[in-house]
């Protein structure tokens, strides 16, 4: 099982789709690690930038429509490959999500007042984000300010995040 939680990258805006998290010019590339340098580099957010913002983060906290666009597993790849297991969203394009699943990651669906309250509190501070799986709870801090907030995980999905991903899930089961 992969390691959930870490210091969390505040993204404020709908519908980043897959060309935003991962350029489609980069889908030649024959290991996963080699997507490492280009996660979200076409993406435009006012107060972001590629290079300084995604080091050593562990969470990614959005808003809604995640993963949008193509059905390709590239986008969790390089979120993966960048030691970003989890993105936390109002929702997401329903094949990105399953993708994080497969990969062994989260695709985390909190309430649009959540995600607001996350933004209001944390944004544009240092913020960290721990995570249990029993019961399925994100923790967020930032100095003395604290928001926990409960999710759902259950089923398949909590079997494949368990088993560290679809191909780890089906050589322990077949």
Request: contains cysteine; glycine residues 8%.
């Amino acid at each position: 099982m992969k390691t959930f939680g870490g210091r969390v990258l505040f993204l404020d805006r709908s519908d980043i789709n897959t060309d935003e998290i991962i350029p489609a010019k980069y889908l030649t590339e024959v290991s996963k690690e080699a997507l490492a340098p280009y996660l979200l580099e076409d993406l435009k957010l006012e107060g972001f930038e590629q290079k300084r913002d995604i080091a050593n983060r562990g969470v990614v906290v959005t808003r809604a429509n995640f993963g949008c666009g193509s059905s390709r597993e590239h986008a969790p790849w390089a979120l993966e490959v960048n030691g970003i297991h989890v993105v936390v969203a109002e929702n997401f394009a329903r094949i990105f999500r399953q993708n994080m699943y497969n990969c062994g990651m989260l695709a985390i669906e909190l309430s649009p007042e959540t995600i607001s309250a996350l933004f209001e509190k944390f944004a544009g501070r240092e913020t960290g984000c721990s995570l249990s799986l029993t019961p399925p709870v994100l923790t967020f801090a930032s100095g003395a300010d604290t928001l926990e907030a409960p999710f759902r995980l259950e089923g398949f999905d909590r079997a494949l995040v368990e088993a560290g991903g679809w191909v780890d899930y089906a050589d322990k089961k077949y």
